[in-house]
């Protein structure tokens, strides 16, 4: 697709078309499954300041905590009672775990529970990212979050796109299935911006694709800006299957945070996978990287059985599977 034939869909030049096409690909590969995987936010300590971000370390609004390994450990073994097949290990970037902490919660998840390990846990060392890859992870999650150079140095201040894109390169070249994507509406994101985003991200050939649209939260500098929109978050997910007929793609939490059912709703235009939080209750209403992220409160439990509730309200079957790749070879 061309650059500007992508700017005519993101305007929505044909969304019926747009949105049919991509639930039709996405149902041609994956059939009416969709994936879940368990998210356990274990750390809400981050040294970073992104602009968009409630967890940024200038924010002194927000009750920190962090989960010992054990805990950790506990909700992995959750995850398999509950039957999701892969869980989702996520912090602020909080370099205070070493690599041999996060390394024990990957051999028990991997021995013990026997489930597939994404980590996303942020700007790490690339020799922790072979390190937890020797070990067994499966897969990373780094957002690009955009690759526009300028608005990303704004974004994340200190940070660099040059960097994201080399740790990008290094988990691939790791050997994880590799997860990145973008925040849609971002403050400063044109038009023109998200068209190049989406072909960018496209080109880098993952094997995960997220979209998440902006949300505002009042304690950031971007606190003030506008959310983002959510039929723009569909096209763009749209556009993004249309291009990986074989990506895992998730629906994500921000779009539930805009609109209450906007994540289910984004099983029908291209996404087929979910991820209901794991995160203790205790502790998961602090994980705010947004307002209204993990605002359900809910037992972890009753949390993901209303996702498999979500899954076939919107005509889909919520799946058991690990999920892998089906960009490679290996049968998981
Ligand atoms: N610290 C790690 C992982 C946790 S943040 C990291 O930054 O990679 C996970 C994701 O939350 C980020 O990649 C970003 O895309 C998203 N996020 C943070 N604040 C957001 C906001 N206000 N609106 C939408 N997405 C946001
Ligand atoms: Fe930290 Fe990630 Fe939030 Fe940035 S997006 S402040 S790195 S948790």
């Given at each position: 697709?061309?650059q500007?034939?992508?700017?005519?869909?993101?305007?929505?030049?044909?969304?019926?078309?747009?949105?049919?096409?991509?639930?039709?690909?996405?149902?041609?590969?994956?059939?009416?499954?969709?994936y879940?995987?368990?998210?356990?936010?274990?750390s809400?300590?981050?040294?970073?300041?992104?602009?968009?971000?409630?967890?940024?370390?200038?924010?002194?609004?927000?009750?920190?905590?962090?989960?010992?390994?054990?805990?950790?450990?506990?909700?992995?073994?959750?995850?398999?009672?509950?039957?999701?097949?892969?869980?989702?290990?996520?912090?602020?970037?909080?370099?205070?775990?070493?690599?041999?902490?996060?390394?024990?919660?990957?051999?028990?998840?991997?021995?013990?529970?026997?489930?597939?390990?994404?980590?996303?846990?942020?700007?790490?060392?690339?020799?922790?990212?072979?390190?937890?890859?020797?070990?067994?992870?499966?897969?990373?999650?780094?957002?690009?979050?955009?690759?526009?150079?300028?608005?990303?140095?704004?974004?994340?201040?200190?940070?660099?796109?040059?960097?994201?894109?080399?740790?990008?390169?290094?988990?691939?070249?790791?050997?994880?299935?590799?997860?990145?994507?973008?925040?849609?509406?971002?403050?400063?994101?044109?038009?023109?911006?998200?068209?190049?985003?989406?072909?960018?991200l496209?080109d880098?050939?993952l094997?995960?694709?997220?979209?998440?649209?902006?949300?505002?939260?009042?304690?950031?500098?971007?606190?003030?800006?506008?959310?983002?929109?959510?039929?723009?978050?569909?096209?763009?997910?749209?556009?993004?299957?249309?291009?990986?007929?074989?990506?895992?793609?998730?629906?994500?939490?921000?779009?539930?945070?805009?609109?209450?059912?906007?994540?289910?709703?984004?099983?029908?235009?291209?996404?087929?996978?979910?991820?209901?939080?794991?995160?203790?209750?205790?502790?998961?209403?602090?994980?705010?990287?947004?307002p209204?992220?993990?605002?359900?409160?809910?037992?972890?439990?009753?949390?993901?059985?209303?996702?498999?509730?979500?899954?076939?309200?919107?005509?889909?079957?919520?799946?058991?599977?690990?999920?892998?790749?089906?960009?490679?070879?290996?049968?998981?």
């Amino acid at each position: 697709m061309r650059q500007d034939e992508v700017m005519q869909l993101l305007a929505g030049a044909d969304d019926p078309g747009l949105f049919s096409a991509a639930e039709a690909l996405t149902r041609q590969t994956f059939g009416t499954e969709i994936y879940l995987r368990g998210v356990i936010e274990f750390s809400n300590y981050c040294q970073n300041n992104c602009r968009y971000c409630g967890l940024r370390l200038a924010n002194q609004n927000v009750h920190r905590y962090r989960m010992d390994v054990t805990d950790i450990v506990a909700c992995v073994r959750l995850a398999r009672e509950l039957s999701l097949g892969t869980v989702v290990i996520q912090s602020g970037d909080d370099f205070t775990y070493s690599r041999e902490d996060i390394g024990r919660i990957i051999t028990e998840a991997k021995t013990d529970a026997g489930v597939a390990v994404t980590l996303s846990l942020g700007d790490r060392p690339e020799s922790d990212f072979t390190y937890w890859r020797e070990l067994g992870a499966d897969r990373y999650l780094l957002k690009i979050e955009t690759f526009d150079a300028a608005l990303y140095a704004k974004a994340r201040p200190g940070l660099t796109l040059a960097d994201r894109l080399r740790r990008v390169e290094a988990l691939r070249e790791a050997g994880f299935e590799v997860g990145s994507g973008i925040i849609t509406d971002l403050p400063g994101m044109t038009p023109e911006i998200l068209a190049h985003d989406l072909l960018r991200l496209s080109d880098l050939d993952l094997d995960m694709l997220a979209v998440g649209p902006f949300v505002p939260h009042p304690e950031t500098p971007y606190g003030q800006e506008p959310a983002g929109s959510i039929l723009t978050a569909f096209r763009a997910m749209a556009i993004l299957r249309l291009l990986n007929p074989l990506a895992n793609i998730p629906s994500t939490s921000a779009l539930n945070a805009l609109r209450d059912g906007a994540r289910e709703q984004g099983l029908t235009v291209g996404a087929n996978v979910i991820m209901p939080s794991l995160t203790p209750e205790t502790v998961s209403s602090d994980y705010a990287i947004y307002p209204g992220k993990n605002a359900l409160r809910a037992d972890a439990r009753a949390r993901v059985e209303a996702t498999r509730q979500a899954i076939r309200r919107v005509g889909h079957e919520p799946s058991t599977a690990i999920g892998g790749s089906k960009r490679r070879c290996h049968h998981v």
